[in-house]
């Protein structure tokens, strides 16, 4: 029986917990890698990744759960970076200060260092086979790196006060946030080792749920309470950044949000399809899009 949302979560917080304390040798930065990693958060990327080694007829072990849990150190690490002064300057994130006004700038500078070099470590100190930990490092460094989330943090700085067209827009976001999470459906399918054409259904699957899961963010950062987001609102508009219901319209944002998780679940049934197995653990996935 493949595990809720929920069941994830728990393995993915539990495993964190024990894990990341062991492999840091400096107190304060301890406690500033721990702080953000532990400071709450939906754990969606890891989850993506254990749902589909779930259906793909995997099962979750201490390995797996490592190299899952690598992608929550990384896409914390991004977090911590993208809330410094010199980024988006942020006080709060997850409803608690952000790590630099905790810890200053230097040590959570220092933290997502950290975080992002041990997330590495951790795909390849585990006892998955060693071309399947080749595989995951080498996609995972291209999805954060300078052709995927890095390139798209810096076309978000570049395009700061300007225009840009709804495609301009939409390749922002492939890499800034879709980049990930198509990583992170992938990387079930490279874990329990899936012929190409899975894994590029997978990465479709990915792409359309992190395009979905920016439009909506911007779309919450316009609708939402800082209460219910866990950080400032309105802060999009203000700073005059590209998002969807600056460029579209609330309505035209939300049809834009519908055509993305259309799509998704094309590439979902596809999936049931080809592997001939149950790909309904994504439907809790795509349940986080209310609006």
Not at 240 to 265: F, S, V, W
Request: charged share 25%; aromatic share 6%; net charge negative.
């Amino acid at each position: 029986m493949a595990s809720t949302l929920s069941e994830l979560k728990t393995q993915i917080d539990d495993y964190l917990d024990r894990a990341l304390p062991q492999d840091i040798d400096q107190p304060t930065l301890s406690k500033s890698m721990c702080y953000s990693v532990t400071a709450g958060g939906k754990r969606l990327r890891p989850a993506l990744t254990l749902a589909t080694v779930e259906m793909l007829g995997g099962r979750i072990d201490e390995s797996t759960l490592r190299a899952a849990c690598a992608l929550e150190l990384l896409h914390t690490y991004s977090l911590i970076h993208d809330d410094l002064p010199a980024m988006d300057n942020d006080d709060l994130r997850r409803g608690e200060p952000t790590n630099h006004v905790k810890f200053g700038a230097g040590m959570a500078t220092l933290a997502g260092d950290g975080l992002l070099t041990l997330a590495f470590q951790w795909l390849t100190d585990n006892e998955l086979p060693i071309e399947v930990q080749a595989r995951l490092t080498l996609a995972l460094a291209k999805a954060a790196g300078p052709s995927g989330m890095v390139a798209g943090q810096a076309r978000d700085i570049e395009g700061e006060g300007k225009h840009l067209k709804l495609a301009e827009l939409q390749y922002l976001h492939r890499q800034k946030t879709g980049a990930l999470l198509k990583y992170a459906v992938q990387a079930g399918g490279i874990i329990t080792e899936q012929p190409a054409a899975v894994i590029e259904l997978l990465g479709s699957f990915g792409a359309q749920f992190g395009l979905a899961f920016q439009i909506y963010d911007d779309i919450m950062d316009v609708v939402a309470t800082p209460e219910q987001m866990g950080k400032a609102t309105h802060k999009d508009a203000a700073e005059h950044k590209n998002t969807y219901p600056g460029l579209l319209g609330l309505d035209g944002a939300k049809e834009q949000l519908q055509k993305a998780l259309d799509q998704a679940i094309e590439d979902q049934d596809q999936l049931a399809k080809l592997t001939g197995r149950s790909m309904d653990s994504f439907d809790q996935f795509l349940a986080y899009f209310k609006l």
